[in-house]
């Protein structure tokens, strides 16, 4: 079970959360073609390692949070609202 | 003709009475009737609803994890930007007239009166019967009167607002999901006993 720290409530088990996948992708514009689109859907880098994810606290503040956790170890280093940005540190 | 007082969402399974275990120290149950709205600020309006809700109700809007409760009003931060104000039962609307009356162009209101209710919990057993279903920590070092969280207990999604050091829980769900709610109370109270008044 991960705690996860909701800068809103504060540590929530990761039962109240729901995943919400890479939060590093952007979507492409209105003038976007069909690979754009194809790759904003379904290319992710699938890090072993740091990734930065989003989050959201479905079950208490219903905000969508930035999360960094590696995902071999599922250490979580950083949590930010959405609007906010993190670093992702080397491996 | 007016309209029918609703039915409470619990009155085919909220017996009176003394249910469970004996003993001398069970956990109460009481189901305040409560109106209730939900209230939104709009964007970078935060501090003109904060002095409006001073104004119009008496209340500091209350950070987040908190409550602030004033003589005919409480207010529960719920998320960010967001609060839940609850009265005792009036006439059908009045509340949500009155937020959206003295919040005009800075919050949008939703009433929730029929839409969640509230189940209140005392007494010594009310932290050890909590305990079997809710993650967060009830213990004074980290709760407390005035204190609320949004969270979930038996997979229903559940506002906790501490109101009294007894102490006293206040647990409002949605409408539709209060009688498996109670259901789950009712078990996690038969050891210690339960009395609904
Ligand atoms: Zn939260």
Redesign the pocket.
């Given at each position: 079970m991960l705690r996860i720290p909701?800068p809103?409530?504060g540590a929530?088990d990761e039962a109240e959360f729901s995943y919400r996948g890479d939060a590093t992708v952007t979507r492409p514009g209105a003038d976007g073609d069909i690979a754009a689109f194809h790759d904003y859907l379904y290319t992710r880098t699938n890090p072993r390692g740091w990734q930065v994810e989003w989050w959201q606290?479905a079950a208490?503040?219903r905000?969508f949070l930035k999360v960094l956790r590696h995902t071999v170890t599922h250490e979580i280093r950083a949590v930010v609202t959405a609007t906010g940005t993190l670093e992702v540190p080397p491996a | 003709m007016s309209a029918p007082e609703p039915t409470h969402p619990l009155a085919a399974c909220a017996t009176p009475g003394r249910h469970g275990a004996p003993g001398d120290a069970p956990l109460r149950v009481t189901l305040p009737r409560r109106d209730m709205v939900q209230v939104m600020a709009r964007r970078g309006r935060e501090d003109a609803l904060a002095e409006a809700a001073r104004a119009a109700f008496g209340l500091a809007l209350p950070p987040a994890g908190q409550a602030a409760a004033a003589p005919d009003a409480t207010a529960v931060w719920i998320q960010p930007g967001h609060w839940l104000f609850a009265a005792p039962r009036g006439m059908e609307g009045a509340l949500a007239a009155r937020a959206a009356a003295a919040f005009a162009g800075l919050a949008a209101v939703a009433d929730q009166s029929h839409g969640r209710t509230t189940i209140a919990v005392s007494g010594p057993a009310a932290r050890r019967v909590l305990a079997r279903g809710c993650r967060l920590d009830l213990h004074p070092r980290a709760f407390g009167p005035g204190r609320a969280a949004a969270t979930q207990i038996a997979h229903v999604g559940c506002l906790i607002h501490q109101t009294d050091e007894a102490p006293v829980f206040e647990l409002t769900v949605f409408a539709t999901l209060a009688e498996p709610f109670f259901h789950w109370l009712m078990e996690a109270g038969a050891q210690d006993g339960v009395l609904i008044e």
């Open positions: 909701c809103h409530c929530r606290h208490g503040c905000a | -």
